[in-house]
């Protein structure tokens, strides 16, 4: 075994990293490509972002996230669109080169996901070998290939995920830094903020990390500072989009208005009584949910008042609910939890009738990507016990993403930020584990004493 690694060694040397890294990465590009041209995904899905983005590009601002004429909207928030209504402005909306050119637009966040979670564990001294291999598996393996070119292209999530990797490299490089400038600190608190409107989940973990960072590297008095500054950021972000949408909706929301929705999904009696969880989810998503065209959904938000007050009927129903139901409610939380971590088969499989058996395909992706997310999230925890101590800014991009979704509904989009961060700790996990047992290079130690080097 110490052969071989010598000689992946010497192969690596004499090619290069860079080299390699950018082979790997052009080739997650083409791989996404040529998936969506093979399997016709050039077809946009009709969803809501891709509504708004239509109504955006044809001058109706904020609106028809439901249905044509279904009025101003605040289900995604302000900068969740934007980016497809610049295509749709620019190439036309229902065009194929809208399709394709946001297709590209999605590889390319997913691809530079890749790289910038690859120079994270650069950064923390995760060996050269070890990082290569992650880096060919995530690029490499079509596991997410449908995901990244379906769901990823007409939703926020890939642009998000490649935006909190990149503040986790910003981060990771001012803690090794002899000391943290307050310019570095100004920066990451405006992003924070920025990613907190764009995608919440992603923004809580940018703001864990930020956390982190200031717990270890600054005097407490920054602390204040630098959270008064995210705070003051966000309220200035969202002012407009808030006044905005107590002209228009009634309601001084400063984000999304599509909670209850969600919550509603996710804690109902179906949950607990339904012959599968797909069942649960499916049926009640298309009994409440007002873009499923078939259901009473879009009935029911007229008849409550708009969408404001139909969340927050939604809510306070299913805080009703879960009053009532305190077992069941922490049942359903504890399985979302593991859902998150530990997708089911029919997370590939959801628009599949529920008379469809399991794919073969997609109960091989469940045991794949389950095994890997225990496999790194055990890595995290094993190597922050050893003091590791860099590791510790992989706890909020791995932990507080998923707290949105225990009290709601995980989707495969939803772990997506914290996908290649396992995958990445599970390799770190493995390579420890070969150096310790099989004589590889040994994953040199991040201890306290080398947390500024």
Same mark, same amino acid.
Not at 387 to 400: D, H, K, N, S, T
């Given at each position: 075994?110490?052969?071989l690694?010598?000689?992946?060694?010497?192969?690596?040397?004499?090619?290069?990293?860079?080299?390699?890294?950018?082979?790997l990465?052009?080739?997650?590009?083409?791989?996404?490509?040529?998936?969506?041209?093979?399997?016709?995904?050039?077809?946009?899905?009709?969803?809501?972002?891709?509504?708004?983005?239509?109504?955006?590009?044809?001058?109706?601002?904020?609106?028809?996230?439901?249905?044509?004429?279904?009025?101003?909207?605040?289900?995604?928030?302000?900068?969740?669109?934007?980016?497809?209504?610049?295509?749709?402005?620019?190439?036309?909306?229902?065009?194929?080169?809208?399709?394709?050119? @946001?297709?590209?637009?999605?590889?390319?966040?997913?691809?530079?996901?890749?790289?910038?979670?690859?120079?994270?564990?650069?950064?923390i001294?995760?060996?050269?070998?070890?990082r290569?291999?992650?880096?060919?598996?995530?690029?490499?393996?079509?596991?997410?290939?449908?995901?990244?070119?379906?769901?990823?292209?007409?939703?926020?999530?890939?642009?998000?995920?490649?935006?909190?990797? %990149?503040?986790l490299?910003?981060?990771? !490089?001012?803690?090794? %830094?002899?000391?943290?400038s307050?310019?570095?600190?100004?920066?990451? %608190? %405006?992003?924070?903020?920025?990613?907190?409107?764009?995608?919440?989940?992603?923004?809580?973990?940018?703001?864990g990390?930020?956390?982190?960072?200031?717990?270890?590297?600054?005097?407490?008095?920054?602390?204040?500072?630098?959270?008064?500054?995210?705070?003051?950021?966000?309220?200035?972000m969202?002012?407009?989009? !808030?006044?905005?949408?107590? !002209?228009?909706?009634?309601?001084?929301?400063?984000?999304?208005?599509?909670?209850?929705?969600?919550?509603?999904?996710?804690?109902?009696?179906?949950?607990?009584?339904?012959?599968?969880?797909?069942?649960?989810?499916?049926?009640?998503?298309?009994?409440?949910?007002p873009?499923?065209?078939?259901?009473?959904?879009?009935?029911?938000?007229?008849?409550?008042?708009?969408e404001?007050?139909?969340?927050? !009927? @939604?809510?306070?129903?299913?805080?009703v609910?879960?009053a009532?139901?305190?077992?069941?409610?922490?049942?359903?939380?504890?399985?979302?939890?593991?859902?998150?971590?530990?997708?089911?088969?029919?997370?590939?499989?959801?628009w599949?009738?529920?008379?469809?058996?399991?794919?073969a395909?997609?109960?091989?992706?469940?045991?794949?990507?389950?095994?890997?997310?225990?496999?790194?999230?055990?890595?995290?925890a094993? @190597?922050?016990?050893?003091?590791?101590?860099?590791?510790?800014?992989?706890?909020?991009?791995?932990?507080?993403?998923?707290?949105?979704?225990?009290?709601?509904?995980? @989707?495969?989009?939803?772990?997506?930020?914290?996908?290649?961060?396992?995958?990445?700790?599970?390799?770190?996990?493995?390579?420890?584990?070969?150096?310790?047992?099989r004589?590889?290079?040994?994953?040199?130690?991040?201890?306290?004493?080398?947390?500024?080097?």
């Amino acid at each position: 075994m110490t052969r071989l690694a010598l000689r992946i060694g010497g192969w690596i040397e004499r090619v290069g990293e860079g080299r390699i890294a950018a082979c790997l990465l052009v080739l997650a590009f083409l791989l996404r490509m040529a998936g969506a041209a093979h399997y016709g995904h050039f077809q946009l899905q009709p969803v809501e972002n891709r509504a708004i983005a239509e109504a955006l590009a044809n001058n109706r601002g904020y609106a028809d996230a439901f249905r044509p004429g279904s009025g101003p909207t605040a289900h995604t928030g302000p900068l969740a669109p934007l980016i497809m209504a610049a295509v749709f402005t620019i190439f036309g909306t229902g065009t194929l080169i809208s399709a394709i050119v @946001l297709t590209m637009l999605g590889a390319a966040a997913v691809t530079l996901s890749f790289y910038l979670v690859y120079r994270c564990f650069a950064v923390i001294g995760v060996p050269i070998t070890v990082r290569l291999l992650a880096l060919a598996f995530v690029t490499l393996v079509p596991f997410q290939l449908s995901l990244e070119t379906t769901d990823l292209v007409v939703w926020e999530v890939a642009y998000a995920t490649a935006f909190l990797a %990149a503040m986790l490299l910003v981060i990771l !490089k001012l803690d090794s %830094a002899p000391s943290v400038s307050f310019p570095g600190l100004l920066g990451l %608190a %405006a992003a924070t903020a920025f990613l907190e409107l764009f995608s919440p989940a992603s923004g809580l973990a940018a703001a864990g990390a930020v956390g982190l960072l200031l717990l270890r590297r600054t005097p407490w008095p920054m602390w204040l500072l630098v959270g008064g500054l995210t705070l003051a950021f966000f309220l200035a972000m969202t002012t407009p989009w !808030k006044l905005r949408n107590e !002209k228009l909706l009634g309601a001084p929301i400063r984000t999304r208005s599509s909670f209850g929705l969600s919550f509603a999904i996710g804690f109902h009696d179906g949950q607990l009584t339904a012959p599968s969880q797909r069942e649960a989810n499916m049926g009640r998503l298309k009994l409440i949910h007002p873009h499923h065209a078939g259901g009473p959904g879009y009935r029911l938000m007229r008849e409550a008042g708009g969408e404001v007050a139909y969340n927050r !009927k @939604l809510v306070a129903e299913t805080k009703v609910w879960i009053a009532r139901h305190p077992i069941g409610a922490a049942r359903i939380a504890l399985r979302n939890l593991w859902n998150y971590y530990c997708p089911p088969t029919w997370f590939w499989d959801r628009w599949f009738s529920s008379a469809t058996p399991p794919r073969a395909v997609s109960i091989m992706r469940s045991i794949m990507v389950s095994m890997l997310s225990l496999l790194g999230l055990g890595s995290l925890a094993w @190597l922050v016990w050893q003091r590791r101590w860099r590791f510790i800014y992989f706890i909020p991009p791995v932990a507080l993403p998923a707290l949105p979704y225990v009290i709601t509904f995980p @989707l495969l989009r939803y772990r997506y930020p914290t996908s290649s961060i396992l995958i990445f700790l599970a390799f770190t996990g493995v390579g420890i584990l070969a150096a310790k047992w099989r004589g590889w290079p040994e994953l040199r130690p991040q201890r306290l004493s080398e947390q500024r080097a």
